[in-house]
Every structure is written in structure tokens, then in C-alpha cells.
């Protein structure tokens, strides 16, 4: 908090996986919690906007494996150690976890992901404002197993037909198979039955707790970002609006980053408009599309084995607001203005080659000159009679 302060802030966004969720599993332990860092943050003259959760939501949503066991401690880990002392994993699968670790992680994925949700409504309270989650949720059924769809989906397999061009297969779902799921349709029906609980729990809590009138429920916003089941651009966005909201999950939006949207040429200005009424939290993040500037790339525009921060990288990401930087901070606050968005705007750094603090407090100073008070009225009104 010392070092956010110091770079002229006005609040944080917490990471819940730097947080102690074990304080947080009763709705006594979560306020006792939450008065703790609101004491903590107003020491340094902090506010706390939002909470990240996007560790938990890929280990809750993804199919498990080791990838998303790194990001949980506790009994799954402990678990998976003593299946490592006399098995391995498979030499083509080498991330595979048994049934009984896959189990333990989905359990404590979800109940970090109710114990943030806890954290999240008394802040909130304590500050008279909504405090949203940002978070990912995975790709349930592998739908994000790779960059290109190749090998495409089997339209003929085991008797199964696929109609249209949309692949058929048997789920064991007891369904006729005419009838039976999609990939997508798969992929979505694990994302509800993962993810269902949990936004049911932020629905009731706030009710629970004699939250005030009108309280809009603990709100989760998915960072649209490929690997994710909406990867950032309209099409996948509205299937995702579409499905959860149909599921009766109202309180599920976006977190929106453009730099995600910026470097897969997708429009994060139209993003905003289309999604506005749906964006509970704003992450800045600038990125670097370097095709733009010198033509063709040298790693190209997945980057190849390279690892962020490579000069050979097409797409990078660097400071928000500087030179290389190609989103547009400035249109970005207008049309958040335009759709009537209220939160915060949380400066997000993942530049290899600038050092943390001095880089946030230039972003801090140069997106205050960008965010400038809405326009009460057009300018032409003037000219009316």
C-alpha cells in the first residue's frame, strides 16, 4: 500500500491470492477482515475499488491439471505430492492431476472464489460504494486447447453425425443424438455447473447480510482475454452475455482491458458501447502491436515459443500511455463517460522493461490529464434559439 500511495493513487485493486481467504469463510470472519484493510488502506489515504479473483476462477474453470494447481496451495497441492511419491504422469500428458487432486481443486477454487465474495460486499459497505470482482474463468471441455483449429472437429465419429458443419457427439447425456451437445454447448454446460454456485452465492449474500435497498448484488466481471471462454471480441462476448443471463446470473459482466481487445484488431471503443451497460471494472493496460509500426515481425503475431518482454514479439505488453503503447487511453475514458460507467480505473503493469513504481506514478499523472469531467450538455446547444 506504501509504494501505490507513494506513486499518487487513490485506491487498489486487491489480488485475493496474496489475500488470507481462510479469515473470510464466515460472514463474521469476512467483516473482522474487511475492517482490517479498509484500516490498513485509509492509513496510506487508499480506497479498495475491486478485488482480482482471476487465479481461482482459471483453476475453478479449466480442466485441471498442474497448470492451475501452481496457483492453489493447501490440500489439493498436498495431495497431488503424495500421488507424485509412487506415480507419474503420463510422458504425452505431463500437467495431468488424478480424479481425487481435480476434486480437491474445484472445491477450494470455489470456496476462495465465495470467501472473496464475502470480502467483496463488506468492503463495499464499509465504503459505501460496490466493490466488483475481476476474474477469468477458464475454458471448461479444453474449447481453448489451441491457438488455430486444427485438427478441425470430426463431423463423422462413432455414428455420430454432425449436421450443418457443427460436430455431434455423445456426452452419455441420455439425449437422442439429434439432440445432442456441441463443443460449445459442452463447454458452457461445465462453466454453469462450475460457476453456478458460486454467482448464486453472490445473488444471496448481500440479501443475507440485510445489504440496503436497491444493492446490486456481489458483481463478477470476466476479463474477456483469449484462453478465456469469451476471448474479447463481440462474437464470443455476446454468446457469454447470452448464456449466463439466460442461466439467471445478471450480477456476471465484463472486466474490460483493451489491451486484450487492441492486438486481436477487435474495437475496444465499440466494445465499451455495445458491453457499457455489462462493465463492472477497468483495467488500463497498454500494449504494443509492433506489425503497425515496421511492417512484418519476426515471431509473429502469436509470438512463436518467445516469452513476453522479446523484442521479437508482435504483440507485447508495455506501459499504459507511453510511446508504444497503441491503445487509445484518452477515447477509452470517453466512451467509458458516454455509457455511464462510475468505477475505478486500475492501472495494470506487466512491462518487463520499466521499473514498477516510478512507471505507475507516470501513468497515474498522465491518465489524470486524459480524465476530464464529462460535458454537461453539446457544445451546438449554444447556438439554439
Known amino acids: 500500500f506504501k509504494a501505490i500511495a507513494s506513486a499518487g493513487a487513490d485506491g487498489v485493486e486487491l489480488d485475493s491470492w496474496k489475500l488470507d481467504l481462510a479469515r473470510a469463510t464466515t460472514p463474521e470472519g469476512a467483516l473482522i477482515y474487511a475492517e482490517e484493510l479498509m484500516e490498513l488502506a485509509k492509513g496510506f489515504d487508499l480506497s479498495i475499488f475491486s478485488i482480482a479473483a482471476h487465479l481461482q476462477g482459471q483453476a ?11 496457483f492453489m496451495g493447501g490440500a489439493p497441492v498436498d495431495a497431488y505430492l503424495e500421488w507424485r511419491e509412487t506415480n507419474r504422469a503420463p510422458r504425452g500428458n505431463p500437467y495431468y492431476v488424478p480424479d481425487n487432486v481435480a476434486n480437491l481443486m474445484r472445491e477450494k477454487a470455489t470456496e476462495d472464489l465465495k470467501a472473496i465474495g464475502r470480502l467483496a460486499f463488506h468492503l463495499g459497505i464499509l465504503q459505501d460504494r460496490n466493490v466488483p470482482i475481476s476474474g477469468f474463468t477458464g475454458a471448461p471441455a479444453d474449447l481453448w486447447a ?3 483449429p486444427f485438427p478441425p472437429e470430426p463431423t463423422t465419429i462413432g455414428g455420430n453425425v454432425g449436421e450443418g458443419g457443427v460436430s455431434i457427439f455423445d456426452w ?3 439425449k437422442a443424438a439429434d439432440e445432442q451437445e456441441t463443443h460449445l454447448d459442452r463447454a458452457y454446460a461445465l462453466l454453469l455447473e462450475r460457476f453456478g454456485p458460486v454467482w448464486k452465492f453472490y445473488q444471496e ?26 476471448m474479447g471480441d463481440f462474437a464470443s462476448a455476446w454468446e457469454f452475455i447470452k448464456r449466463v443471463h439466460g442461466a439467471g446470473f445478471t450480477n456476471v459482466g465484463f472486466n474490460f482491458d483493451n489491451s486484450h481487445q487492441e492486438w486481436q484488431d477487435v474495437d475496444g471503443i465499440a466494445f465499451i458501447h455495445e458491453f457499457g451497460k455489462w462493465i463492472w471494472s477497468v483495467h488500463i493496460k497498454g500494449v ?13 503475431r502469436l509470438g512463436g515459443y518467445t516469452k513476453f518482454g522479446n523484442w521479437q514479439r508482435t504483440m507485447d505488453f508495455v506501459l499504459a500511455c507511453s510511446s508504444q503503447d497503441d491503445c487509445d487511453e484518452g477515447a477509452i475514458i470517453i466512451a467509458l463517460n458516454q455509457v455511464g460507467f462510475v468505477g475505478a ?29 464529462p460535458s454537461a450538455g453539446a457544445f451546438d446547444a449554444a447556438f439554439k434559439a
Request: overall charge negative; charged content about 25%; glycine content about 8%.
Open 146 to 148: 489451441s491457438w488455430f
Open 345 to 373: 480505473l486500475t492501472i495494470e503493469l506487466e512491462d518487463n522493461d520499466v521499473k514498477l513504481i516510478p512507471a505507475l506514478a507516470s501513468t497515474i499523472e498522465q491518465i489524470a490529464e486524459l480524465d476530464l469531467e
Open 205 to 230: 449474500y448481500p440479501q443475507e447480510q440485510n445489504a440496503p435497498e436497491g444493492h446490486p448484488g456481489i458483481l463478477f466481471g470476466l476479463e474477456a482475454h483469449p484462453t478465456e471462454i469469451a
Open 172 to 174: 452419455d447425456s441420455g
Open 288 to 300: 504494443a502491436v509492433r506489425s503497425r509500426r515496421s511492417g512484418y515481425t519476426r515471431a509473429g
Open 60 to 70: 475453478l474453470g479449466d480442466e485441471p491439471s498442474v497448470k492451475t494447481l501452481q
